[in-house]
């Protein structure tokens, strides 16, 4: 809280500001509002520690074992979604998915054809900021959030909250890339100039059970608010 205070001095913010610091649940609705109000944002998705199997389909019949281990995506307000995946199966590839309401191509590798394909069945790009839905519905179920010690994202102060959520709540965060069976644990981090939300962190506590592997960790990062466009969109 000693290290907080000092960057929370350092950053020149009003007793109104530190004081709504003090309540981080108060943070998270803002840094949610922000992201629902934008008109685009970026993500960078990196996956550390013990790798994460998931499964694919590309005809909807067949199922395909791979690992995601990271993608570059762009969301465009109210209900577009770019990403640009990198997955090992034998050999690393990467895979480009366009996702418009709950309508996907895929490009596969990436820079092919796009092909319409429903590749993550039931995913819908529209629930993903909608009031009461998505991310916010996440952000608000949270289990007893709580500020940690201050940090540095992008060497900018963030605040840091530190919490747990139920596994099927944050499934949607990443696009249905992943399906948690047990608690997760969350680390938000938030910018101390604007509010906005630079970074979960997302422990997986189903794969922590190991002492000699070191668990799952999923990284979100958000940047780039208000960005241009950065892909085409396949034709429709």
Known sequence: MIILAALLAGAGLSQAQEAEAAAPQLLLNDAVAQLQSAES??????????PYQLSLSFDGVNMLRATLE???????????LYISARL??????????????????????????????????????????????????????L?????AAAALVDEQPTWH??????????????????????????DAYLSVEDGRLALIEILMLETARDPEAAPSVWRIRFYDYDAPRGFNPPAA
């Open 70 to 80: 990271g993608a570059d995506a762009q969301a465009i307000s109210p209900d577009e």
């Open 161 to 186: 909250i530190k919490a747990t959520a139920a596994g099927d709540a944050v499934a949607g965060l990443l696009f249905g890339f992943i399906d948690p069976i047990d608690d997760v644990e969350i």
């Open 88 to 141: 090992r199966l034998i050999i690393p590839l990467t895979m480009d998915i366009y996702a418009q309401a709950d309508r996907q191509w895929l490009s596969f590798p990436g820079g092919a054809p796009w092909i319409p394909l429903p590749a993550f069945e039931g995913f819908d790009v529209s629930r993903l900021l909608a009031p009461g839905d998505g991310i916010e519905k996440v952000m608000t179920d």
């Open 143 to 147: 289990r007893e959030p709580t500020i």
């Open 41 to 50: 944002f970026r993500l960078a998705i990196e996956q550390r520690g013990q």
